[in-house]
T-cell receptor, first 114, second 115 residues
């Protein structure tokens, strides 16, 4: 049972436009969410996170929005750049204990076209 | 500070063989997690070690095992390899406080191909 779902396997966006990557989760115990970016032949790198006490977290061109009632989060990249082309993974875990493994989605491949 | 180091980068094995993968965490990180990445399945959690003890285990058969040494370095072993074990195996480390305050830092992975 996929607890973290990224329903779009791929997304293409023009350079300079907004990229919106979506993620849904089913486990209501999840209260801490992260996005990772992965380039080919490299491991995933941490991008941005959000706690359930917030509905938005911003870091430069990257903003993550959380809608707890809908169990939905999204990553916005504005403006999109060719270097953003990568696979993006959404991840979640119940943050209370601090030692529960992260649960990852299957990833969305973003292609930013120059 | 050096990142997470995984060796080897690539490995080709035959069905039925066994394999050992190695991971050196970031200095000071005592938690090491292992994930399997296959096309279409994302990252599947294998196990996590902290202070030489397995703290969490994912839903994988007993052919998959691991251990952690006193210097926090970790190894994972897969016995009786099957074709379906072909995947990218990723190791990640974090501070003792766990992922709330310390996101996982991943290595570049070991690409295992079983023929």
């Amino acid at each position: 049972d996929q607890q973290v779902k990224q329903n779009s396997p791929s997304l293409s966006v023009q350079e300079g436009r907004i990229s919106i990557l979506n993620c849904d989760y089913t486990n209501s115990m999840f209260d801490y969410f992260l996005w990772y970016k992965k380039y080919p032949a490299e491991g995933p790198t941490f991008l941005i996170s959000i706690s359930s006490i917030k509905d938005k977290n911003e870091d430069g061109r990257f903003t993550v929005f959380l809608n707890k009632s809908a169990k939905h989060l999204s990553l916005h990249i504005v403006p999109s750049q060719p270097g953003d082309s990568a696979v993006y993974f959404c991840a979640a875990f119940p943050g209370g204990s601090g030692n529960t493994p992260l649960v990852f989605g299957k990833g969305t491949r973003l292609s930013v076209i120059a | 500070k050096a990142g997470v180091t995984q060796t080897p980068r690539y490995l080709i094995k035959t069905r039925g063989q066994q394999v050992t993968l190695s991971c050196s965490p970031i200095s000071g990180h005592r938690s090491v997690s292992w994930y399997q990445q296959t096309p279409g399945q994302g990252l599947q959690f294998l196990f996590e070690y902290f202070s030489e003890t397995q703290r969490n285990k994912g839903n994988f058969p007993g052919r998959f095992s691991g251990r952690q040494f006193s210097n926090s370095r970790s190894e994972m072993n897969v016995s009786t390899l099957e074709l379906g074990d072909s995947a990218l195996y990723l190791c990640a480390s974090s501070l003792p406080t766990g992922t709330v305050n310390s996101p996982l830092h991943f290595g570049n992975g070991t690409r295992l191909t079983v023929t």
